[in-house]
Each structure stands twice: as structure tokens, then as C-alpha cells.
């Protein structure tokens, strides 16, 4: 199995910054893509940013300009840089890691804990 341990939330003022940071762990894995999703209070979870294997990423248009996703494959940690934090932008935050794991084959979509960010004054 692979287990995702997220760390870097927290109170942040408006216009502040952040990082959070997911690794992964586990015995005889790959990661394909690697993202954040994000969850506010009363809202569906929804997709912040995604990079793949091979470092493509994308972002919803909201943050857009102020977030930046990132990835360490020697350490199977993935970053978000949180820039310019807006109170909208509270919410719960999780990784997300889509992989295989080996010796049996198995395609592995994980998720991490939550990691809760706060944007206000």
C-alpha cells in the first residue's frame, strides 16, 4: 500500500503565503500524477492543481498566477506554494496520488488525510 502524510497548514492572514508538502511511502511503488484538491465549508472537493510523472502541470482558474504545484520524485513529495491567499481560498486541502504498486500489480489511487488552511484576518 501507499501512504500519503500531508504537512503546512495552518491561520494565514489575506495576502499571505503558505507550502504544503505530501509525501508518499510505502514498499514497491510508482507515482503517475500527483495533485491537490481542496474542500470548503459547504462546497464539493474540487481539483487545485495537478503535475504528472513527467512535470506537466495544471491549475483551476482561481489560482491561477498565485499557486504553484511541485514535485521531488527522489523523495515522492509533492509542494503547493500558496501565494497571495484569499479568504476564499479556506478550505481543507488533500493530495492526491495516482500510481502502481508491485509484487502483486495494482493500480493505487490515494488519498491523504487533509490538511486544513485558513485565510483570514
Keep these: 500500500q501507499v501512504q500519503l502524510v500531508e504537512s503546512g497548514g495552518g491561520l494565514v492572514q489575506p495576502g499571505g503565503s503558505l507550502?504544503?508538502?505530501c509525501v508518499a511511502s510505502g514498499r514497491s511503488f510508482s507515482i503517475n500524477s500527483m495533485s491537490w484538491h481542496r474542500q470548503g465549508p459547504g462546497n464539493e472537493r474540487e481539483l487545485v492543481a495537478r503535475i504528472s510523472s513527467s512535470g506537466t502541470t495544471n491549475y483551476t482558474d482561481s489560482?491561477?498566477?498565485?499557486?504553484t504545484i511541485s514535485?521531488?520524485?527522489?523523495?515522492?513529495?509533492?509542494?503547493?506554494?500558496?501565494?497571495?491567499?484569499?479568504?476564499?481560498?479556506?478550505?481543507?486541502?488533500?493530495?492526491?496520488?495516482?500510481?502502481a504498486i508491485f509484487f502483486p500489480f495494482k493500480l493505487v489511487n490515494v488519498w491523504g488525510q487533509g490538511t486544513l488552511v485558513t485565510v483570514s484576518s
Design 19 to 21: 507550502k504544503l508538502s
Design 63 to 67: 489560482v491561477k498566477g498565485r499557486f
Design 71 to 99: 514535485r521531488d520524485n527522489g523523495k515522492n513529495t509533492v509542494y503547493l506554494q500558496m501565494n497571495s491567499l484569499k479568504p476564499e481560498d479556506t478550505a481543507a486541502y488533500y493530495c492526491n496520488v495516482i500510481g
